[in-house]
């Protein structure tokens, strides 16, 4: 994998990336490829994570190694920096230990949601997070009663993923809707993923909840003896419950100065250019954002619009400008739902067709988007690249250079700018 030349873009205009999922660094990496912006992505971790292989890792813990990916190839020229945003704010974006806020030009919030481990998690270190996962998977492992809570897609994948490898467990689904998944998808897809979880036997139990306190949801998962009692009356033992009951936009360090600008969803809201209302070098994308429902492929369409109208407002001025301000469009209900590596079902929308087992697997099953995703980030699964293993090629450059970008970005001496490159501000 070849490596761009840096350029010196410190006298650019500065652009705060707050966020390091898909959205974030989507945009990061668009526009840092431009070379007309000085991009600093922030994010409370020093590697992306990878959260579509999260379910798998917690039933197979060595899949973890996969998830875990170094920022350090993503950005030619800006950079990735490890710190927690306590506040942000019209004029700049104030971090944890950092006294002086972070002027900006721009600003993207790509903060995303939480939900509770096994589907995310809030540990930020990678060797409490491999400890964690296989935590989770012990648990699996000794179980023999599972119940999943919540029918949506992160309940019916964890359903398949520990299908797979334990082939003789008690595995329930509640669903409370009479339907699983969400309200729109096609006949053919809920008739084929209902066949498919009958021949997996995983026992699927529709139009049945429980109620679930706000401790259970962000824990994720219960793993002790209890009989649940459903909306019906229904009895189900578990040993082990999982509950797959809903994302939470994270949206604190906005809130205090921009708190007129959030809907009662508790996200962003935008209007079509994806700018917060009445913001215009401010935007919002990804799940944090109130636009449609929060999935990976809606969260990169609008990563790549964002990207395009920050440079759209860089060349409003310009006679014959490169970019001009795109609306987004809402995109076509997309699932791919696989259930471990050889099941699962697919919805093309923009075909009207619905795909099975083979298709699902290929495209997605078999590796989770893996290699794609070390792929968005510039590297490769197969020959990782980073600072932490002495593996990029004209270390010494290439850091100067992007030593001298972020220097000018958080307006302190060389050396703290290099201490904050390597070991980042403390996250608490």
Not at 252 to 263: D, E, L, M, Y
Not at 339 to 362: D, I, N, R, Y
Not at 375 to 402: C, F, M, Q, W, Y
Request: aromatic share 6%; proline share 4%.
């Amino acid at each position: 994998m070849g490596e761009a030349q840096s350029k010196v873009v410190s006298h650019y205009p500065t652009v705060l990336v707050i966020g390091g999922g898909a959205a974030g660094t989507t945009v990061a990496r668009e526009l840092d490829e431009s070379g007309r912006l000085n991009v600093l992505l922030i994010e409370q971790r020093n590697f992306y994570f990878h959260h579509i292989g999260a379910l798998r890792s917690a039933v197979q813990p060595e899949f973890i190694k996969k998830c875990i990916i170094p920022y350090d190839m993503l950005l030619t020229n800006g950079n990735s920096l490890k710190a927690k945003v306590k506040e942000i704010t019209p004029e700049g974006v104030l971090l944890n230990a950092k006294v002086l806020p972070i002027a900006y030009d721009y600003l993207v919030l790509a903060t995303g949601s939480t939900y509770g481990a096994p589907a995310k998690t809030k540990i930020m270190e990678k060797t409490k997070l491999a400890s964690e996962y296989k935590g989770i998977s012990m648990k699996i492992k000794v179980a023999e009663d599972i119940v999943i809570m919540g029918g949506g897609v992160l309940g019916v994948e964890l359903a398949g993923e520990i299908r797979e490898v334990y082939p003789d467990k008690n595995i329930t689904i509640l669903s409370r809707g009479y339907k699983l998944l969400e309200p729109g998808c096609s006949k053919d897809l809920y008739d084929d993923l209902d066949y498919q979880l009958k021949e997996l036997n995983i026992k699927v139990m529709k139009g049945e909840s429980c109620e679930v306190t706000p401790e259970q949801k962000e824990a994720g998962h219960l793993a002790e003896k209890k009989t649940w009692v459903t909306s019906k009356g229904t009895e189900v033992k578990a040993d082990l419950t999982f509950f797959c009951v809903g994302m939470t936009p994270v949206i604190n360090p906005f809130t205090k100065h921009f708190g007129n600008h959030v809907s009662e969803n508790g996200r962003v809201l935008v209007n079509e250019y994806l700018q917060v209302e009445d913001q215009e070098k401010i935007f919002a994308c990804g799940d944090c954002a109130e636009i449609e429902s929060m999935t990976h492929s809606n969260a990169f369409e609008q990563a790549k619009c964002v990207a395009n109208n920050i440079l759209a407002l860089e060349d409003k001025d310009k006679e014959e400008p490169e970019f001009e301000m795109i609306s987004y469009e809402k995109q076509n209900k997309l699932l791919m739902i696989p259930l471990g590596t050889e099941h699962g079902v697919t919805q093309f929308p923009f075909l009207e067709m619905v795909v099975g087992e083979k298709m699902t697997s290929a495209v997605k099953g078999e590796d989770l988007l893996v290699s794609k995703a070390w792929s968005a980030l510039r590297n490769d699964v197969d020959d990782p690249k980073s600072i932490e293993l002495g593996t990029i090629e004209n270390t010494e450059g290439r850091h100067r250079i992007k030593l001298a970008n972020i220097t000018a970005i958080l307006d302190v001496l060389p050396e703290v700018a290099e201490g904050l490159m390597l070991h980042g501000l403390p996250v608490y």
